[in-house]
């Protein structure tokens, strides 16, 4: 296993909740852009978020899907080779597998057309009220 992901749970809306995907094997994860997606009920993977590696003195970018822009956070600590999700107010809809990935070709690696190299197991997140 090269990414875990953990932090999933049944949640009532508006509630806020974290994931953790933590990356093994060596490898310096640190050089990787680290995101999420998600597959919810009736949908294909739909992408969630990705964080950028951080390059000399420069921050990582972050990139939301339209869907979680505002309420979701994704932050990295490289120390620990661990990227969080913070979700908040979470809704319904939100209901879904979530899924860490990695690349190491950075934030297009995560768009539609392509497909990142390393990938989590899900972890599952569901907003019932």
């Known amino acids: 296993v090269q990414l875990q992901a953990s932090g999933g749970g049944l949640m009532k809306p508006g509630d806020s909740l974290t994931l953790s995907c933590a990356g093994f094997?060596?490898?310096?994860?640190?050089?990787?852009?680290m995101g999420w997606f998600r597959r919810t009920p009736g949908k294909e993977r739909e992408f969630v978020g990705v964080?950028?590696?951080?390059?000399?003195?420069?921050?990582?970018?972050?990139f939301y899907a339209d869907s979680v822009k505002g309420r979701f956070r994704i932050s990295r600590d490289d120390a620990k080779d661990t990227v969080y999700l913070q979700m908040n107010s979470l809704k319904p809809e939100d209901t879904g597998l979530y899924y860490c990935?990695?690349?190491?070709?950075?934030?297009?690696?995560?768009?539609?057309?392509?497909?990142?190299?390393?990938w989590g197991q899900g972890t599952q997140v569901t907003v019932s009220s």
């Open positions: 094997g060596g490898r310096y994860w640190s050089n990787y852009a």
């Open positions: 990935a990695a690349d190491i070709r950075g934030p297009p690696a995560f768009e539609s057309d392509s497909n990142p190299d390393y």
């Open positions: 964080i950028s590696a951080v390059i000399g003195v420069r921050d990582s970018d972050t």
